[in-house]
């Protein structure tokens, strides 16, 4: 059966990814002040950071429309959509919506919607499986059955260079954010259940990529059988250094850098990394 991946665009695609026609992005738009901004192919990433901190509004997102996603369903027999997290956007909410009112037209059409429970990188892995599996020949069912098994083992982490987005949105206080900028403190960050939580902290971008580091090392099981994706927000020789010291410890399959498309540019701001394992 033809099959055909969609992602909303918090989805980070690899060069080959984004020439792979069984692969649409259905993009979110981005609203800095009063501009709006589709995040699609056009997406100017210097020009989005520029706007972001002239800004002193936080930045926002809005998720794609039901129709959008209705319209990119046709092609395939099967369809599998990834969405961002449902706890940071409406995309997961909206691909469900679309799917309950295709099937009414099209009862027969395989589509599964899966909330990816994260971000950027996170998403890149689960399409990375998705042409695993349904190049193996795995049948729809099982596809969805192993997806979800592998969504759940996803672990993802970040490190922000720029806190000014959490304060604009309230999360760190004014006080906060320019004590850390004043003692270059930079936050490790952990995704928990499709949630931000914090998970350590440290002084200086290179110790906070070590910490974070350290923690992959301690939490990582079967690295020989998967992959380790980075996510960079304009800063490629840092997922570099990250990539580097990271097989220095632990032996992943193989490890993709992708960079950081709007809605992730959004979330880790310029100089972010995030990764996904």
């Keep these: ?17 984004r020439k792979d ?8 738009t981005l609203t800095v ?8 192919e056009n997406f100017d990433q210097a020009g989005f950071l520029r706007k972001m901190k002239a800004c002193s509004e936080c930045p926002k ?14 092609g395939a027999e099967e369809v599998y959509v990834v969405t961002l997290s449902s706890h940071l956007s409406g995309s997961y909410n909206a ?9 009414e037209k099209h009862p027969n059409k395989k589509i599964e919607v899966i909330d990816s429970r994260s971000a950027a990188a996170g998403q890149t892995l689960i399409a990375l499986k998705l042409i695993e599996e349904k190049e193996a020949g795995t ?30 949105n309230g999360r760190l206080s004014n006080i906060t954010a320019a004590l850390c900028s004043v003692l270059n403190i930079k936050p490790v960050m952990c995704g928990v259940e499709g949630r931000i939580e914090k ?7 290179t110790k906070a990529l070590m910490k974070m580091i350290r923690y992959i090392e301690e939490d990582i099981t079967d690295a020989k059988n998967r992959i380790f994706a980075i996510t960079h927000c304009n800063c490629k020789e ?3 250094f990250v990539r580097d010291e990271v097989l220095k410890k632990v032996p992943f399959r193989d490890v993709v850098i992708v960079e950081a498309a709007g809605v992730s540019s959004m979330y880790a701001n310029d100089g972010g990394i995030v990764v996904a394992y």
Excluded: H
């Excluded at 098994?149 to 720029?162: A, Q």
């Design 199 to 205: 998970l350590d902290q440290a002084r200086g971008m």
């Design 21 to 28: 026609g069984r692969i649409q992005i259905v993009p979110l």
């Design 139 to 168: 049948s729809f069912e099982e596809t969805a059955n192993r997806i979800r098994k592998f969504r759940d083992r996803l672990k993802t982490k970040f490190v922000l260079e720029s806190l000014d987005n959490l304060r604009k």
């Design 61 to 74: 997102s809005a998720c794609p429309s039901p129709e959008a996603y209705m319209e990119a369903f046709e």
């Design 1 to 17: 059966m033809s099959y055909k991946i969609i992602g909303d665009s918090c989805t980070d695609l690899t060069k080959e990814m």
């Design 238 to 240: 840092r997922a570099e």
């Design 95 to 103: 691909a469900e919506l679309a799917k309950m009112l295709y099937l």
């Design 33 to 40: 002040g009063t501009e709006d901004i589709v995040d699609d």
